[in-house]
């Protein structure tokens, strides 16, 4: 990533966009940085523009920053978006998270984390920040989340021998766990690293990892 990403920062206090650009900009892995104040700006900005990375605000002038993500993302999926808010809301991060964002971190947390965080979507991780809220945690595993583009073509069950894949189990101890044949399971993990352009269990899995992927 060293220097080759373009972060585009919206927000509709220039302030809050002053403070986290001179951040980034001393950053070895941002190339540039970018603002936008609306929900018009940002979108027009992200499918016109070559944009890696996005720390979106969701309440802005002209409306739902979570509105905003899902269409750069729909248009856009290449695109990664950090949530960057005020709102510690658990319905905000579903919604959110379901709109395509990669991560959610609140504004009021150490910059220090918020650049970390700005960093890991950007190598194409998922982050919640350390304030979002334990039942904020519990609520999304009970409403489990669209997963964001490959993992979203993956079927259930796919998704279910992938996190134990990434745990280190073996085809053996999957098949069991499921009650299925060890052909089935090589057969599903088959179709898996195709979906994810992957090309054995290794990648598979550190891809896995990064999206959040575990048991």
């Known amino acids: 990533m060293s220097g080759q990403t ?14 986290l650009r001179m951040m980034l900009e001393g ?6 940085v970018v603002e936008a104040a609306t929900c018009a700006e940002a979108v027009s900005i992200a499918l016109t523009e070559q944009v890696e990375v996005v720390a979106m605000d969701v309440a802005l002038p002209d409306g739902d920053g979570v509105e905003a993500t899902r269409r750069i993302v729909q248009a856009r999926p290449e ?3 950090l949530m960057l808010t005020m709102a510690d809301d658990e ?3 579903s919604r959110s998270l379901r709109a395509g964002a990669r991560g959610y971190v609140l504004k009021d947390t150490d910059p220090d984390v918020i650049i970390d965080a700005l960093r890991t979507v950007a190598g194409g991780g998922l982050v919640l920040g350390p304030r979002v809220g ?5 609520s999304l595993q009970r409403q489990p989340v669209e997963l964001p583009p490959p993992f979203n073509q993956l079927t259930p069950r796919e998704r279910d021998i992938l996190r134990y894949l990434s745990a280190g189990e073996t ?8 009650g299925l044949s060890e052909k089935t ?5 088959s179709a898996v690293f ?8 290794v990648q598979a899995a550190l891809l896995a990892r990064d999206a959040g992927l575990t048991p």
């Open 27 to 32: 950053e070895s892995w941002v190339d540039d």
């Open 194 to 201: 195709a979906k994810l352009g992957v090309g054995d269990r």
């Open 134 to 138: 334990p039942q904020v945690l519990t």
């Open 171 to 178: 085809n053996a101890r999957i098949a069991r766990r499921f």
């Open 91 to 93: 319905d905000v991060v």
């Open 6 to 19: 373009r972060v585009l920062i919206v927000d509709d206090h220039p302030v809050v966009r002053r403070g």
């Open 79 to 81: 695109t990664r978006v």
């Open 185 to 189: 399971v090589r057969n599903q993990l």
